[in-house]
DNA sequence: CTCCATTTGTTGTTAAAACAACATACTTAT
DNA sequence: ATAAGTATGTTGTTTTAACAACAAATGGAG
């Protein structure tokens, strides 16, 4: 196990590389492999157990009775999911989890930290909260891309806030077309033809999932 | 201030009453009345302060660059708002609050709880670790509701959540029409509309925000 | 009670996205 | 290199909601 790299990770974040020890042990961390698209896990299972991404990644996603799917975010390495229920054992989950390439999850059992009997219960307490915070943010956020009724619009919010983000004007997202298309909540052939119009005009390039927003000084 | 009522909160659940005292003393709690429709917190603000409603009720909403406005939830009496950003000082808000009658706040300072120097520290932590997680719960039923593309889909997706939530088949909401609209991210006569059509078929009564969802035994 | 203001409901038109079906481009394995 | 399978792009048709404009109902204030 990567030491080094877990305590990079926002849930471990200011542990003393020793006390990381016996948190892993108090939290019965077990690592496991998951191939691409693989089904982590359910809707409408209960889980005391959230997971830490080692490496890959994983999509949060919501499936209705006729099957269509609504993805709610994209977990990238060093994040973690699950753990809204982890903190809330009462509730079933209403999502499932699905590896979106090759990934490595750390599962760790929560139980230990909402008794009272953990090391470094506060750190772990503190940083859970930060990270609850983020995850509203992060889901407000897709409300808001999702709050315009053009697809166009839907587009240009996601894409532009992307920039943002990331910090560039060229910008690789998680997304293929169709998960993209569910992210935003539209059909995946009316959001590709979207996307040849803003080609068309001279908006943004894209290669695969890696887009580029243009501006004037791009322009021929 | 009533000192039975904050015990019952959410936030102060588990307190004892003498700690209480010193808790808000702690967190310079101060009281404070806005009459129905006044703006509470602008988006752009920072704040690391956040609030608990004493009575009343405010709503969390979002306004775009051509004066859209988005719902993202609404805020009882004994629940929380603005605690993500407390939890999160760099960022600035995303959203507006508003109350949405006449509402009486109780203003809390955060950075008490996030320093090492806080009485019942553990206690608020766990408490608003509770909150935030409840709260990602409540915005991803958010997103459920208009992950429908019809509007008749998002009604009936809401309205039968709020039926399970509120434990029976007649309950009220917490919105107008203009409010649901902006809630589920619909147009507002096309969804008086659709509640008419609901109406006609038998599927449901309104008077006001009071909602009963009718069943088989309910026919004529 | 009456008047004004606000909210809710109704209708017709227009714009846009869903949907379906297919074409093209990319990947991967053999 | 080829073939099969997957992902992306294209086009035409249909469905649906947005939009606009107005009517009806509701709720206070004087």
Redesign the pocket.
Known sequence: MDIQFLLRTPLFLGAAPEELESLLAAMEATQRRFPRGEGILRAGEDTARFYLVLSGGVTVEHHDAWGNRTILGHVAAGEVFAETYACLPQQSMMVSAVASQETVLLSLNAAALLTHSCPSRDLILTNLLRITAEKNLALSRRIFYTSS????GRLLSYLSDQAVLQGSLTFSIPF???QLADYL???R??L?????KLRREGLLT?R?NRFSLLTQADLP
Chains 1, 2 share one sequence.
């Open positions: 009724k053009t697809i166009r293929d077309r169709q909540g539209v059909d052939s009316a590709s033809n979207e996307l040849s894209t695969k």
